[in-house]
Nanobody, 123 residues
């Protein structure tokens, strides 16, 4: 069984910073990629940032480029999201996602989700 546990959300004023963490644990043979999504009330879940575990290749939503930075620690199966210059429109529940192969016998990397962490940015 695989678990993703997020931490680091909270309430911050506009212009402030937060750092989210997501640690994967359990039956893990390999992780292909990790990323962060967010979902604001009444809106669809959207990709914020993703990173591959092989070459650190990262991609970002246009709305967060230059403000957010994704990084990972492969030894700890952990992905981070440093969020700077936060805006009220960044308010959402942030979800961690990872493509994980649970064993050598598993045929593919399966997408797992964390439980979500609330980020609220006040104006």
């Amino acid at each position: 069984q695989v678990q993703l546990v997020e931490s680091g959300g909270g309430l911050v004023q506009a212009g402030g910073s937060l750092r989210l963490s997501c640690a994967a644990s359990g039956s893990i043979f390999s992780i292909n990629a990790m990323g962060w999504y967010r979902q604001a009330p009444g809106k669809q879940r959207e990709l914020v940032a993703g990173i591959t575990t092989s070459d650190d290749s990262a991609n970002y939503a246009d709305s967060v480029k230059g403000r957010f930075t994704i990084s990972r620690d492969n030894a700890k199966n952990t992905v981070y999201l440093q969020m700077n210059s936060l805006k009220p429109e960044d308010t959402a529940v942030y979800y961690c996602n990872a493509a994980i192969r649970s064993s050598r016998q598993a045929p593919f990397h399966y997408p797992y989700w964390g439980q979500g962490t609330q980020v609220t940015v006040s104006s």
